[in-house]
């Protein structure tokens, strides 16, 4: 009896895993569709800039730190998916309706709970999100490129336009730059990226650490996959680079003018 009430427990935890499994999956998913639209976005305000459509502009603003706001709750929402598939423990007695009527308010507790305490303990702010920084730098580069924002220094610049969620720019396997690998993949443990070809015959190789100099995670063949947010961070990654070049273009062109 126990045995086979232990078996049904598993069932049901396995289940919940897998359904939270799915959800995080679709959750990423909507994420990386917001990214893209507030990087299409930022290309029309760049266009209406420069013709001089201002009003247009800041409503396209306005728009993004709307969008900004549930990028952020979607990002809760992501993390609570998978921390309760990871936590949720049914009880033995699962079988009973009244229980199992229980353990769903206590699922629903539990979740509420968990968003609860990711957004108290989270300080972001539409307004200073990285996507939010990017936008107001590339309108601003339209008329103003090479200087720096209102109230911001020189530094100020470097520190923020470089930002991105890629841990690596290059493959530590195939020396390849991470926005020119064909098929890339990321290790879920450490978030690591590589080429997909390069990272899983090292793992044949019966090499299991992590490549990367000095990240001790172990990976494993199945926790290392292309997410539905790696193509849209290679992408950023990538604008955020030829954006750099072509301000260094300007500013060296600049500086000839003044010669």
Known sequence: ???????????????????????YEDNQSLISDIRRAVGAMKEIAVDLERDNQF????????????LLGTHEDCSHFSSTIQSVGEKYQPGPQLMCVYYLRSQFTDFDQL???????LKANSSSDPQNHPLMRQFREAVWNVHHAGEPMP???QEDIVMTSNQCNI????????????TELQH??????????????????YLRSKNTRCPVAACPKVLQADKV???????????????????????????????????
């Open 111 to 117: 979740f509420k709970n968990e968003v609860a305490m």
């Open 151 to 153: 109230g911001e220094e």
């Open 167 to 178: 841990l690596n720019v290059t493959c530590p396997l195939s020396g390849k730059p991470i």
């Open 184 to 201: 890339p993949v990321r290790s879920v443990l450490c978030k690591h990226v590589y080429d997909k070809g390069s990272i899983m015959h």
């Open 1 to 23: 009896m126990a045995s086979a009430s232990a078996s049904r427990t598993h069932g049901a935890t396995a289940r919940i895993r897998t359904a939270t499994a799915t959800l």
């Open 225 to 259: 996959v292309c997410d539905p947010l790696l193509l849209v961070e290679i992408d950023e990654l990538r604008a955020m680079k030829e954006q750099t070049v072509m301000t260094d273009v300007i500013e060296d062109f600049t500086e000839l003018d003044e010669e």
């Open 55 to 66: 009003e247009r502009v800041k409503e396209l603003e306005n728009a993004v730190i709307e």
